[in-house]
């Protein structure tokens, strides 16, 4: 019977730990420069945003993996 590996388990937590702020932090980004669309700065800060929404996806997806891999390899 196979245990679960700790080292790895930490490591996509800690994976899923980071991608919660951005989770957030992104649609708050996106909706604030949407709402300053006038402004000059409306593009770099919907670039932001949009990258923060797509690190967020990624980092979740990264952390799922190396979970299950802990659990289950």
């Given at each position: 019977m196979k245990h679960?590996?700790?080292r790895?388990?930490?490591?996509?937590?800690?994976?899923?730990?980071g991608s919660l702020p951005l989770a957030v932090a992104?649609?708050?980004i996106i909706t604030s420069s949407f709402q300053?669309?006038?402004?000059?700065l409306f593009i770099?800060?919907?670039t932001l945003g949009i990258i923060a929404m797509i690190t967020a996806?990624?980092?979740?997806?990264r952390g799922?993996?190396?979970?299950t891999k802990a659990i289950f390899d």
């Open positions: 679960t590996d700790r790895l388990l930490g490591k996509g937590i800690k994976h899923l730990a992104g649609p708050v300053n669309q006038d402004k000059p770099p800060i919907l996806i990624f980092l979740i997806f799922i993996m190396i979970v």
